[in-house]
């Protein structure tokens, strides 16, 4: 499903600066395949907030679905505002989240924070997520969940406009 009013010559929710048509329409159309977790994880912020719910679903490791459907992840109407990655990097066995369930397989992880705002109320997904690269393709398996502390009123905004958080996204 994707959300009629979103525009495909709009920038990209990924903040890669172009438009989604030339961005994560690419993977979420599946005519390419992302080639990094990091790209995975963007273009997964992105299916999110235009709305390509079986694109998460094909990208999320099937071992780690736990029933979770593109149905299940359509319902609420959540306000996606802004992504910030803020590391990524390959893993290997020395790392605490190497899988060795996939022990002769690349890992990665990268971490972000997802910003939203729910019920007039700002939040933020804080997470340290694990990938997999099976058949030089990309999954997303879990994540660790962190707590994520909220912008003071004068700092920049979450969504990157470059206004102030008091007179932008919590206003």
């Known amino acids: 499903m994707q959300f009629a009013t979103f525009d495909q010559n709009q920038p990209c929710p990924c903040h890669s600066g172009i438009a989604y048509q030339a961005c994560c329409s690419v993977y979420h159309t599946h005519k390419i395949v992302a080639d990094s977790a990091d790209i995975l994880m963007r273009s997964r912020y992105c299916a999110f907030v235009v709305g ?27 306000q996606w505002l802004g992504l910030q990655v803020l590391a990524h990097q390959l893993i290997d066995k020395s790392h ?45 398996t879990r994540g660790v969940q962190m707590e994520a502390d909220l912008p003071r009123r004068n700092d920049l905004c979450v969504c990157q406009s470059g206004k102030k958080f008091k007179q932008c996204c919590i206003s």
Request: hydrophobic share 40%; net charge negative.
């Open 96 to 140: 605490p989240a190497f899988e060795l369930t996939f022990i002769d397989t690349e890992q990665a992880i990268v971490t972000f924070k997802a910003w939203y705002k729910l019920d007039k109320s700002v939040d933020a997904i804080f997470e340290e997520s694990h990938f997999v690269r099976l058949g030089g393709k990309w999954f997303y």
């Open 52 to 78: 390509e719910f079986n694109y998460l679903i094909d990208t999320h490791h099937q071992q780690y679905l736990d029933g979770l459907t593109a149905e299940q992840l359509s319902q609420g109407n959540t």
